[in-house]
């Protein structure tokens, strides 16, 4: 899928987030451990700060010039909260369990997929060009391509 050069960056980090995701969905008692170190690590590198880019800047500059209250960006935030959330707890468990591991992969992808294919489209219809550019812009400014 084309995606505006503003969204570009963060798009890249879904795609490290779906192969992440697709560990976990597949973790069984053998890789639940190498599945659990690979979801610590891809949070303490990107997910927790690509969280953190949506949040303050992403959707703020949807609110500017669409609704704050869309139903994409509230299941948007609310899937934030309850990724947070467990990331949180697996992080404070010696060893999750495989299930618990499936389900978080098929609620990081699911959340994903979301954004990519729904969130998104709305955002680059919604935004002007102008303003999309000073995301873009923002975006690099914090988060620069690799």
Excluded at 14 to 20: G, I, R, T
Excluded at 30 to 43: C, E, F, K
Aim: net charge negative; proline share 8%.
């Amino acid at each position: 899928m084309k995606r505006d050069p503003a969204l570009a960056s963060l798009s890249r980090d879904h795609h490290h987030a779906l192969f992440v995701a697709q560990n976990l969905r597949h973790a069984d008692a053998h890789t639940a451990p190498q599945a659990a170190a690979a979801l610590r690590a891809y949070w303490d590198e990107h997910g927790r700060d690509h969280f953190r880019l949506e949040e303050e800047l992403l959707l703020p500059a949807y609110a500017g010039f669409g609704d704050p209250y869309h139903p994409l960006v509230a299941r948007a935030l609310c899937d934030h909260i309850a990724i947070r959330r467990r990331v949180d707890d697996l992080q404070e468990e010696s060893g999750a369990s495989p299930a618990a591991l499936r389900e978080l992969g098929g609620s990081l992808a699911e959340h994903v997929r979301l954004e990519e294919r729904e969130l998104f489209p709305l955002i680059e219809r919604t935004l002007p060009a102008a303003k999309l550019a000073e995301l873009a812009a923002a975006l690099e400014r914090v988060h620069p391509p690799p």
